[in-house]
């Protein structure tokens, strides 16, 4: 194993021998945290538009605690219809026919 590293030429093994290899790699610093003085100008529209839902979801909240079927009569589902289960493609498919009789 000695002799065959004696082959190696000087650019071969520094092909390998990589600045990471070396654990040279540089680490980043975390962020440190926002203050509430410094903050993102586009959460504090988010925090805004939520204040401004809070209210009403209140009112809807109360309404709901005082019946809790408020919201079953605005729902109206239709029955699902069922798919057919056999189609003239599918019974094409099933059949292996290719050319028409």
Same mark, same amino acid.
């Given at each position: 194993?000695? /002799?065959?590293?004696? =082959?190696?030429? +000087? ?5 390998? *021998? ?11 610093? &975390? ?5 509430? =003085?410094?903050? *993102? &100008? ?10 401004? %839902?809070?209210? &009403? %979801?209140? +009112? %809807?909240?109360?309404?709901? /605690? +005082? /019946?809790? /079927?408020?919201?079953?009569?605005? !729902?109206?589902?239709?029955?699902? =219809?069922?798919? @057919? ?5 599918? %019974? !094409? @498919?099933?059949?292996? !026919?290719?050319?028409?009789?």
């Amino acid at each position: 194993m000695a /002799d065959k590293f004696k =082959e190696f030429s +000087e650019y071969q093994l520094a092909k390998y *021998n990589t600045r990471a290899h070396r654990g040279k790699t540089s680490k980043k610093k &975390p962020k440190p945290p926002q203050t509430a =003085e410094v903050q *993102n &100008p586009r959460t504090v529209r988010v925090f805004a538009s939520l204040r401004k %839902l809070a209210v &009403p %979801l209140k +009112e %809807l909240q109360k309404k709901f /605690d +005082e /019946d809790p /079927d408020f919201l079953t009569p605005r !729902i109206k589902r239709k029955p699902k =219809e069922k798919k @057919q289960d056999m189609t003239l493609k599918k %019974l !094409i @498919q099933r059949l292996h !026919i290719s050319a028409p009789a």
